[in-house]
């Protein structure tokens, strides 16, 4: 998968080259181009933005140089992606979706935003990260980064994206390692056991329990197996 994104903050970027992300690029699983929107003023000074028609406070960026920024790295197949609060709200089913392109290039604005001209003419989908504003689309883009890049094959271990919360529409059961014993708290039992079947039996239930508690409604659109919904009669009978 290639990500080019378009920014006037490249530096910020920086966070993608640690840890998994990290790992992802040196693999060659994913590629991450960073364009400096900068880079395509034509002003001796390098300006990149001007003040809104019509007045108003801040300032806006250019529809011109956004767009020469694009035609650097615009390919026939790409999907172009605004960062904005306007956008739709990402979602793991989202994500699983844009994992599935082969180029991405994801447009960060900055100040007040950018002409609208030159979103109408090169965005594909506009997308946020959730119902707040922030000072620019780089925090966003590096989520959906993160968050599409841990789908592209080879890039996490096994096959933990397919069980994990959200795919399957519940919440994960919870994890223990070592120490066996923290400040009087043991480890579940079931989990020393050995008992596969079992263990699987109790995560499943940890996982519906966890759910019910904290995000009731996942629920109501959970598809429930037979055998899930016998958990969870049990669980509301406890309580
Ligand atoms: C209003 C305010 C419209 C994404 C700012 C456009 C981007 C939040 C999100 C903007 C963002 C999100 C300028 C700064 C977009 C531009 C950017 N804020 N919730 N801010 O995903």
Known sequence: MKFDVLTLFPEMFETLNQSILGKAQEKNLIDINLVNIRDFSKDKHKKVDDTPYGGGAGMVMRADIVYDAYKSVYKEGSKMIYLTPQGKTLNQKKVEELSKEKHLI??????????????????????????????????????????????????????????????????????????????????????????????????????????????????????????????????????
């Open 106 to 239: 994801l447009l960060c604005g900055h100040y007040e935003g950018i002409d609208q001209r030159v979103i109408d003419k090169i965005v594909d989908e506009e997308i946020s990260i959730g119902d707040y504003v922030l000072t620019g689309g780089e925090i966003p883009a590096m989520v959906l980064i993160d968050s599409v890049s841990r789908y592209i094959e080879g890039v996490i271990k096994n096959d933990s994206t397919e069980e994990e919360s959200f795919s399957n529409g519940l919440l994960e059961y919870p994890q223990y390692t070592r120490p066996e014993i923290f400040e009087d708290q043991k480890v579940p039992e079931v989990l020393i056991s050995g008992h596969h079947q079992k263990i699987k039996q109790w995560r499943k239930e940890q996982a519906i329990k966890n759910t019910l508690k904290k995000r009731p409604d996942l629920l109501e659109k959970y598809k429930f197996s037979k055998e899930e919904k016998q958990i969870l009669e049990n669980l509301k009978k406890q309580n």
